[in-house]
């Protein structure tokens, strides 16, 4: 996960207010698990520093020399487009760290983009769909997105 900043020292402030120093971690998936694994500070493993292992959806912020560079409140404002088997497409504005967890809530889920803002998901239903902006602002607009909702789509 932090390959980047290999051994350059990372903070990383857990949701708990625990704050551990990360000079390299290895990350991975258990089968059932919706989010990633992270040991921090084993390979290689360095003299003096702990070992710590958490799951990505602990992590509150990452400062690198006192500035940040990832907060979890960046991704509250996420829109997802999910795309079932069956049916149609559905629009999220819920909040969601990882796919796996649509997956989850979503039987027939099959796949899902995300965009950060409505203006984002218009351009691309207007290129993907060769619609309107007019047309797709009316679809919105039958279904109240400033709380989170979720929607069936008829495009």
Known sequence: MFNFFQDKELT???NNGDELKVWNS???YDELDDFAHISSNVSPSMEGR???YFYTNEIKRILFNRNQ??????????????????GKMILTTKT?????????E????MAS??????????????????????????????????????????L
């Open 113 to 154: 983009l995300t965009f950060e803002t409505m203006d984002e998901l218009i351009e691309f239903l207007k290129d993907e769909y060769k619609l309107t902006r007019e047309e797709i602002t009316a679809e919105l607009a039958k279904h109240q997105l400033q709380n989170p909702v979720t929607v069936e789509l008829n």
């Open 12 to 14: 990383v402030i857990l």
């Open 96 to 104: 969601y760290y990882h796919w796996r967890q649509l997956q989850s």
């Open 106 to 109: 979503f039987d027939d889920y």
């Open 26 to 28: 290895a990350a991975g």
């Open 50 to 52: 702990t070992i710590d």
């Open 69 to 86: 560079i990832y907060s979890s409140d960046e991704k509250l404002r996420q829109i997802n487009l999910i795309y079932p088997r069956k």
